[in-house]
C-alpha cells in the first residue's frame, strides 16, 4: 500500500515558479504531495531519443561535410566507423562518340566491394550529345575495416559525394556543428 506526505520546501516552490509562470505560483493552502508509489513515464519525445534536434534537422549537413570528387580509379571517400549521411550529385556527360558509362558507390572490406549504387548506360549514337543531372542521398553504415568508396569511369562525369558522419558505431547521435 503507498503512502502519502506532504512536500514543504521553498525551493521547489521557486523552481515550479521558474519553470511554469502562467500558473501564478502556489496559492495558498495548496501544498505538494507525494507517494511512494512507483509511477512508469515513458518520454515519446525526440529529446528522450538522446537528441534535442528532430531527426531531419539532425541529419543536416554543417561545417563539417567533406566533399570528394570521384575519379576514374576506386576512390576511398570515408574509412572512419559510423553512421554517414551521403550525397551523391554531379553530371553526367555523352559527348559525341559512341560509349559507355559507370558510376558507382560502394563499400569496400579490403578484399571485395558491396556495390549499393551504380549508374550506367551504353550509348550508340555517335552523334548525339547528352547532359543529366543526378542527385541522390543514402545513409551508410561503416563496421571496423570497412570504407566508402566511389568511381567513374567516364572522365567527362563530374561526381561529387559529401558525407557527414551522424553517428558513431555505437549508434550515438553526432549533431552538426
Known sequence: MAQEFTIKSEAIETKINQLLPTQGGFQPGIDFSASTMVVPIVDLTESAEGSSLRQDLQTAFGFEVSQTTLGTSKTTIVNT????????????????????????LGIDDGLSTKNFFKLSDTFTVPTAE??????????????????????SDNTANIMNVHTRQIADISGNLVNPL
Request: charged share 15%; proline share 0%; aromatic share 16%.
Open 130 to 151: 547528352f547532359r543529366n543531372a543526378i542527385r541522390e542521398d543514402f545513409v551508410v553504415f561503416l563496421s571496423a575495416g570497412n570504407s566508402l568508396v566511389g568511381e
Open 81 to 104: 566507423t559510423g553512421y554517414y549521411k551521403v550525397s551523391l550529385s554531379g553530371i553526367v556527360f555523352v559527348s559525341s562518340s559512341a560509349g559507355t558509362f559507370n558510376i558507382t
